[in-house]
């Protein structure tokens, strides 16, 4: 499967963005997808992750509450909705899709098999 994200850009502290993730292919909806994020200098993080049929979320801390993930599967496309964005969300973000080796959602780096090229995000203060 190949990832296309879109919707980075420059917002100002306080705002919000909607990024998207479209795939390609018949079978989007057998993979979990993940949104990831890399800062300047900084390695990789976990964002959100939803399952398959969209039922079952997860977030790392620092983003629950603000961002919200959801995924399309007729149109083959994760959304991530981001409000209230700190500067320190300033990052390139990732999307990613895991196969079988994921149950339901993972956090980790290494479960997911496909990655998009990344769009990036910044936030002014």
Same mark, same amino acid.
């Given at each position: 499967v190949q990832l296309q994200? $879109?919707?980075g850009g420059l917002v100002q502290a306080g705002d919000s963005l909607r990024l998207s993730c479209a795939?390609? =292919?018949? +079978?989007f909806s057998r993979y979990v997808m =993940?949104? &990831?994020r890399q800062a300047p200098g900084k390695e990789r993080e976990f964002v959100a992750t939803i399952s398959r049929s969209g039922g079952t979320t997860y977030y790392t801390d620092s983003v629950k509450g603000r961002f919200t993930i959801s995924r399309d599967n007729a149109k083959?496309? %994760?959304?991530?909705q981001m *409000? $209230?964005?700190?500067?320190?969300? +300033?990052? %390139?973000? &990732?999307?990613?899709?895991g =196969?079988? $080796? *994921?149950? +339901? %959602? $993972?956090p980790y780096i290494y479960a997911y098999d496909y990655w998009g090229q990344g769009t990036l995000v910044t936030v002014s203060s």
């Open positions: 994200a $879109s919707g795939a390609s =292919g018949r +079978t =993940g949104w &990831f083959n496309t %994760v959304y991530l *409000i $209230s964005l700190k500067p320190e969300d +300033t990052a %390139v973000y &990732f999307c990613a899709a =196969g079988t $080796s *994921i149950a +339901t %959602v $993972s």
